[in-house]
């Protein structure tokens, strides 16, 4: 049982560093793969040993809600890493907008950026 508890804890803190980690700045928020990575990881031992530990009904929830946040966040963080410039662009334009205006211009040409983006171009 003990074995279990630190297995869920480990879970639930990787998907709570990388939730932390995904909105940080570039480059700190590439860190997330590695804590979504790391919570799939550490969830999918936790239901197992739940599951091995006859805890099915108290910690089973926990744990899948963990594992599903975690697999969330890693194709989120995956997708930023993906298209790295394009994030690397905004950043610096919200970085040297003064005004509103000039902020939603920057939202305005991230949205298309990514639109138009396809793997393979730099």
């Known amino acids: 049982m003990r074995t279990a508890g630190r297995r869920s804890l480990a879970a639930i803190g990787f998907t709570f560093g ?3 980690t995904s909105g940080l700045p ?3 928020q ?3 793969v590695a804590f979504s990575l790391a ?3 550490a969830g999918i031992r ?3 040993t739940a599951r091995a530990t006859g805890l099915r009904r108290t ?3 926990v744990v899948a809600v963990s594992l599903l946040l975690g697999a969330v966040y890693l194709v989120s963080s995956i997708g930023v890493v993906i298209t790295w410039s394009i994030h690397q662009e905004r950043q610096d334009c919200l ?3 003064l005004t509103v205006s000039a902020q939603d211009a920057c939202e305005a040409e991230f949205r298309k950026a990514l639109e138009e983006f396809s793997p ?3």
């Open 95 to 97: 970085n040297r907008a």
């Open 39 to 41: 919570a799939v990881v």
């Open 26 to 28: 570039l480059p700190w």
């Open 18 to 20: 990388a939730l932390i």
């Open 59 to 61: 910690l089973m929830p």
């Open 46 to 48: 936790a239901l197992r």
């Open 30 to 32: 590439a860190l997330a």
């Open 120 to 122: 393979g171009s730099p």
